[in-house]
Each structure stands twice: as structure tokens, then as C-alpha cells.
């Protein structure tokens, strides 16, 4: 195939176009003629450059900044709730006076039990079965020790900041927690001198205690507090348990009384597990 040759025409095309540009190139070095142009190219680069970042790019960096430091201060705050409940829970073991405890003694026995730094081992809640609680005669709580410790902590007390719960019932890692109210459980309870066996009732915040006026000749009144007795071997003696609330009388010699629990379970996620 024959090559087509340039003819005279196009050669001038040629020589002027590379005329032209030696003069552009000439007043641009000589005069900047064309400085102004350049900048604002320069500036339109970098104004678009920067308005797509912000549109397409930055939004997505300002949301996974938000999201870090949203779940850094969920955590921060999660570690502060749980010193914080470990202190109630100190607080529930070194408190004095009736807030807690029946008398200095018991507070007492308590400590030379135990070391005041390792007095309880401190635990949380991993399931919790709340309808149940609300609806039925089951009551119990599943719970984890923050730091393994390897105890087997069957027939220990369970504690919140409030004072007992319950008493961990089976140990497979997780602990099973048989709480007060829970129809199966039995905690004997001491006041001014007179005893019973307290039965949980199926409701939240309430056990019950029946006693003969024969043998409690005293009668026992609206308020009055009940402690634990320390008899059953779980629960340490003298901690305040409750305050009766209602006195039935079932027949002339058979009295029945409901007493208020001063613990609700669901007050806090850290416990502490008493070891037996």
C-alpha cells in the first residue's frame, strides 16, 4: 500500500502550530501570561479534590472515629460500674451499726473468718431469667467469677451490695444460684431471741416464716427486722435479712408472716460469691 506523502499545505499547518507554541511557551517564560490560568487549574483541582474527599471519604472516617471512641467510652464506663458495684459489695461487708448486720460481733465473726482483701470473690451475672422471676415459683441465677480462682463454690452465700441473695446450689463453671424467694428455699432467720425456718414464696422481694404463738409467746410486729441465723451452715449469722410485713393468723396458735426482703437481685450485675 502506497504511504501518502505531505503535501506543501500541511507541512505550513505543521510549522505554524509549532510557531504558535513557541510563542505561548515564549510569553509564558518572558511575561507569566499564563499564570493566572495555571493557578486557578491548580485551584480547581484541588477545591474539587478536596470537596470529593469531603463528600465521599470523610464521612465514612468521621463514623468509624465516632464508633471507636463511642465503644472506648462504653468500655470505660463498664470498668467503672464494675469497681464502683465492688465497692457497694465492700461496703455491704465492712458497714457497721443496722444497716447491714445484727451487732458489731457479727461483723466480726464474719471478718476473722475470712481476709478483709479476699472477704468474697467477685462475680457477675451471665443469664437471668427476669419472666421467670416475675411470673413463676422458679427463682434461680446464673453467675461467672471475673478472676477463675478453681473453688468448687457449692453451698456458698451469694451477695450484692444490699446484702443476700441466694446461695450457689451447683458449680460447673458457671454457678447456679438458688435465690431467697424461690419456692425450694429455706434460710433460718433469727429475731430478738425467737427462730424460724423462712421459705421463699414465689414472689419477687418476699419470703415467709410460720411459728406457733406457743412457743413465740412475744408477739412479733409489723417492721420488726429478721436476721440470719447462721444455723443451716451457708448463710453467716446476723446479717440483716428483711422486715416483716404482714402477719396472718392461720388458726389460734399458727401465725404466718411475710417478710421483706431488703435485697433485689436485680439491683446489681457484680456480686460477690461468700466461700464456704
Known amino acids: 500500500m502506497a ?20 510563542i505561548l511557551l515564549y510569553l509564558d517564560i518572558a511575561y507569566k501570561s499564563f499564570d493566572s490560568i495555571k ?25 468509624y472515629d465516632l464508633s471507636s471512641s463511642k465503644s472506648h467510652l462504653v468500655n470505660e ?16 461487708i465492712v458497714s457497721r ?19 478483709i482483701d479476699e472477704v468474697f470473690h467477685a462475680s457477675k451475672i451471665k443469664f437471668f431469667d427476669t419472666t421467670k ?3 413463676c415459683d422458679t427463682h434461680i441465677m446464673y453467675i461467672e467469677v471475673i478472676s477463675s480462682s478453681g473453688i468448687d463454690f457449692t453451698g456458698s452465700a451469694v451477695i450484692n451490695s444490699e446484702g443476700i441473695i441466694g446461695q450457689v446450689i451447683s ?3 458457671v454457678k447456679e444460684v438458688l435465690l431467697l424467694t424461690d419456692t425450694s428455699h429455706y434460710i433460718p432467720l433469727e429475731t430478738e431471741g425467737y427462730f424460724c425456718n423462712a421459705k421463699g ?12 404463738s406457743l412457743i413465740w409467746t412475744n408477739p412479733v410486729s409489723n417492721g420488726q427486722k429478721l436476721y440470719s441465723s447462721g444455723l443451716g451452715g451457708i448463710y453467716p449469722r446476723g446479717i440483716l435479712i428483711g ?32 466461700e464456704n
Do not use: H, W
Not at 414464696?201 to 406457733?212: E, H, T
Open 77 to 92: 464506663n463498664k470498668n467503672l460500674q464494675a469497681a464502683l458495684d465492688k465497692s457497694y459489695l465492700e461496703n455491704f
Open 243 to 274: 422486715y416483716v410485713q404482714e402477719i396472718t393468723n392461720i388458726d389460734e396458735t399458727d401465725i404466718k408472716i411475710d417478710i421483706s426482703l431488703i435485697t433485689d437481685p436485680l439491683k446489681n450485675s457484680m456480686l460477690g460469691i461468700i
Open 133 to 135: 422471676y416475675f411470673c
Open 171 to 173: 458449680d460447673n463453671g
Open 39 to 63: 493557578n486557578t487549574y491548580i485551584s480547581t483541582t484541588i477545591s474539587s479534590t478536596y470537596l470529593l474527599k469531603k463528600i465521599t471519604v470523610d464521612p465514612f472516617i468521621y463514623l
Open 201 to 212: 414464696s414465689g414472689k419477687p422481694g418476699i419470703i415467709s416464716c410460720r411459728y406457733s
Open 3 to 22: 504511504r501518502v506523502a505531505p503535501n506543501s499545505g500541511s507541512k505550513a499547518i505543521y510549522l505554524l502550530c509549532i510557531l504558535a507554541g513557541a
Open 97 to 115: 451499726g443496722d444497716k447491714f448486720f445484727m451487732d458489731d460481733e457479727a461483723i466480726t465473726a464474719l471478718m476473722s473468718k475470712y481476709e
